[in-house]
Nanobody, 120 residues
Framework: VQLQASGGGLVQAGGSLRLSCEAS????????MGWYRQAPGKQRELVAD???????NYADSVKGRFIISRDNAKNTVSLQMNSLKPEDTAVYYC???????????????WGLGTQVTVSS
């Protein structure tokens, strides 16, 4: 399973960016999908995730500013990021918990990451 993310970049504080991620490969089903981020010198942290049924979980730091959504038919997940702050600067990683055809085990997959930089 490959996860291809796009949409990162440089934006001024208060601006918006939209991240998108598409999963491809020999996928039977994807359960949870989400976005994590890692700032320099810090551990990777959950930003938001969404279950196949649409249950959503946000980090407290992004509640009210970020919106996660997914398209189960297209195996995509998106993150609309509004009112961005310099502290949102990080590499953002797409994540998917997927079952590939022929396997009986759900596996966690990660994208390569996309840089988001918010200038003050």
């Amino acid at each position: 399973v490959q996860l291809q993310a796009s949409g990162g970049g440089l934006v001024q504080a208060g601006g918006s960016l939209r991240l998108s991620c598409e999963a491809s490969g020999n996928i039977f089903v994807i359960s949870g999908m989400g976005w994590y981020r890692q700032a320099p010198g810090k551990q990777r942290e959950l930003v938001a995730d969404i279950s196949r049924g649409g249950r959503i979980n946000y980090a407290d730091s992004v509640k009210g500013r970020f919106i996660i959504s997914r398209d189960n038919a297209k195996n995509t997940v998106s993150l609309q990021m509004n009112s961005l702050k310099p502290e949102d600067t990080a590499v953002y990683y797409c994540n998917a918990d997927a079952l590939v055809r022929g396997s009986s085990t759900m596996t966690d997959y990660w994208g390569l990451g996309t840089q988001v930089t918010v200038s003050s």
